[in-house]
Nanobody, 115 residues
Framework: QVQLVESGGGLVQPGGSLRLSCATS????????MSWYRQAPGKEREWVAD????????TYANSVKGRFTISRDNSKNTVYLQMNSLKTEDTAVYFC????????WGRGTQVTVSS
């Protein structure tokens, strides 16, 4: 059974930083691309970033490119999202996803950017 547990969210001022983590279990972590998504109040869930399994190739949404960095530790079955230069529009619940089971979602972690 695939499990995804996001953590690391919180309240931060504009321009600040946060590092999100997603601990996973129930599948062969290194074999699959991992993604971060986010959902702001009243909006559709949107894709943020991807990282492939073995070679760790990354791609980003234009809205976060240059500010966010996705990474993974295949020995810990964990994916991370380093978020710098945060803006109020980054406020959302952040979720991770595995391409092994794209319809499985965790509870997410709330990120609030506000002064």
């Amino acid at each position: 059974q695939v499990q995804l547990v996001e953590s690391g969210g919180g309240l931060v001022q504009p321009g600040g930083s946060l590092r999100l983590s997603c601990a996973t279990s129930g599948f062969t972590f290194i074999g699959y691309t991992m993604s971060w998504y986010r959902q702001a109040p009243g909006k559709e869930r949107e894709w943020v970033a991807d990282i492939t399994g073995t070679f760790k190739y990354t791609t980003y949404a234009n809205s976060v490119k240059g500010r966010f960095t996705i990474s993974r530790d295949n020995s810990k079955n964990t994916v991370y999202l380093q978020m710098n230069s945060l803006k109020t529009e980054d406020t959302a619940v952040y979720f991770c996803q595995t391409k092994y089971s794209p319809t499985t979602w965790g509870r997410g972690t709330q990120v609030t950017v506000s002064s």
